[in-house]
């Protein structure tokens, strides 16, 4: 069944009126830089595509790619292109993600895994020194952390798939916005002030980010040349380039030896990638998980991801269960979360390593026994036990002891849609914001720490599905969604934000579907999320005192995600929304504006 229509507001898309915006603080070029980001609008009401992510310019090659007759997938690879440029900090070519992609010539629902993988020479203990887990910043900004990057053959993949441009075509934009420059904007100085004890360490990662040591101001005009030359790299010899040229021996010869200053007091631990690790790489097409939730079919990422089968079974709980009024509502969203987290800890790793009991933890009778144990009247102790997802459903499971994991607040969401009814939904990272604070020497780009998703030592009393492992990918919680009511598209969606993104996703459908709000409004509500946690986390503006009358406890969390989304209205329109605020606001746009 779908939930009642939007009247959600319609905001047009302003021409990029706000290019003065830090013009006349930049140094003088023969091509202006592009508007930046004060032409960011949340939301946009149309035809003919949309784009929507976290970024003004990403936003805008996108629609560029889709007004001159490209695809979904095209505009996606495009926008997370200029993302590397623009979001430098969340997402890049040294990093990895996962795609998701309706296809509306079959009505299939597509995914491709681009998660950084291990080194061969990676074993169970790499993040443990004399018997102890080594500090967890350390591990962070190490050579250690670093996996195979995921991403450029994720788009490699992507076009060939089911693109109608290659790959020099879908990078001109982000080339472009490279080399003339992009405005900086508040969001962009608070991440790499964020980052600026760690990028001095690093000669590279200084000379790019930092002036005089310091962030670029607000208003200034910030060009990555490097990275430039890099895409023209790509664009020219392909993705092989970077896996196989000497730019693989280049980012092989930065994780062993990192280019850590002689000034630096940092301990920069050297990693394990070789040649070979990046030569053997893969992008796989994995089947999508799916879950069927109030008629609608709710298709997500499978492991090594954990978004789709933590989404996919919480809202299962959710539908075996009388979710009644807002507060019931809400009180079942966050302990069917703390349910699902304890079941993703326990189970979910690399199917390459672990046999994740993916179709029972899907199953209606798992959610309904994990449903049975939620009580309307009292939240449940955490951390709540892992279930037992073998089949045999006959009553409640009970509960021990479970844990909480950590993760990063870097990572950034886009979602696409064309003409043709094509749509993309893409997480994609470099893990930690600012990766493991290591430039690439003079190619432009930030490395991953994405290892660090690992767990360091076991959590799950020997049967952690998570520690390394020889070419391994780490359990991510990457959640791209896309969602269809009777074969068509209804919705797809994403978020960062760490073990959050799961949560998120989650929240924003409860309130969309469950709590019958229209799309702008279920993205801007104050978010909380229950990972299975002694307490809630909450942003400001959640309303606790219903829930903390019913046991939930809370701590503060200043922000959780950053969303965007596009849904599929009756008559062909689309609605396309970003963060209003959350992360500086997003930039959502169509191709034709209603
Ligand atoms: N590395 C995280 C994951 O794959 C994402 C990082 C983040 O969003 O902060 O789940």
Redesign the pocket.
Known sequence: MRSSRPTGSLVALVAAVALALGVGVAPASAHPPHPGQGDKVPVATGTGGAVTTVDADATRVGLDVLRRGGNAVDAAVAAAATLGVTEPFSSGIGGGGFFVYYEAATGQVHTIDG?ETAPMAMQSNAFVENGVPIPFADAVTSGLSVGVPGTPRTWATALDQWGSIDLRTALRGATDVARRGFVVDQTFVDQTTANVARFSAFRSSSDLFLRRGAPPAVGSVFRNRDLADTYDLLARKGVDALYTGRLAQEIVRTVQDPPVGRRSTLVVRPGLLELGDLASYQSPLRAPTLVSYRGLDVYGMAPP?S?GSTVGEALNILEASDLGDPTQTLHHYLEASALAFADRNRYVGDPAFVDVPLEQLLSDGFAAERACLINPTAALTKPVAPGVPDGDYASCATAAAGTEGT?????THLTTADRWGNVVAYTL?I???GGNGIVVPGRGFLLNN?LT?FNFTDTQGGNDPNLPGPGKR?????SPTIILADGAPFLALGS????T?ITTVLQVLVNRVDLGMDLPAAVAAPRATQRNTVAVQAEPGFDRAPLQALGHTFVDNPEIGAVTAIEFLDGGALLAVAEPVRRGGGSAAVVHDS
């Open positions: 998660r991801s978004g993760d990063g607040q870097s990572t990272t893990e930690s914001l994405e998703d780490p359990r991510s919680s990457m960062p934000g760490g073990s993104i």
